[in-house]
């Protein structure tokens, strides 16, 4: 599947959280925490294609997921995504392990999940700050972005790895 998303840094997760409401988007699942690990090879290889192994836990269930590499845009992150439930975390991780993979990359946020049209809409709570992001088809996401009072120039790209590691430098 092909991901198409943008971020959008927002102030009050609270007012966004009524904004997106009172225009229709239905909430599909709480604020939860969810703790994102990202696994790769001593070489990296993952890493230096800009492509990303990722196991992450959300309460008890956790859902692994690759992500290829970036697609040219200018506005919009593209590329492919396949995610998977994955029965038993903890062995899977002794999997991972076992295929030479460690873990690289580690960082929780808080996520509120919810859809509209053909939207997702994620709200979330990070350690560099509150975001909204939105992934679905390009002309969607302009159009709910607008409806919200937010511009294609407030779109950012990034994912909340770069974000991070950009805060610490």
Do not use: W
């Amino acid at each position: 599947m092909t991901e198409i998303e943008v971020k959008i840094e927002v102030n009050d997760p609270k007012a966004i959280k009524e904004k997106l409401l009172s225009s229709g988007a239905k909430l599909e699942k709480g604020r939860s925490l969810e703790k994102n690990t990202l696994y790769d090879f001593p070489s990296q290889p993952l890493y230096k294609k800009r492509q990303a192994l990722r196991l992450r836990k959300i309460n008890k269930k956790f859902y692994l997921t690759f992500k290829g590499t970036l697609q040219k845009s200018r506005k919009f992150k593209v590329r492919e995504e396949y995610e998977t439930e994955v029965k038993n975390g903890r062995e899977f991780q002794k999997i991972l392990k076992g295929l030479n993979l460690k873990p690289t990359f580690s960082y929780k946020k808080y996520r509120s999940l919810f859809r509209k049209k053909g939207l997702k809409i994620c709200l979330d709570e990070t350690p560099v700050g509150n975001f909204l992001e939105l992934e679905g088809p390009r002309e969607h996401i302009v159009r709910f972005a607008s409806a919200l009072g937010f511009s294609p120039k407030e779109f950012i790209k990034v994912d909340y790895i770069q974000l991070i590691k950009n805060k610490r430098n």
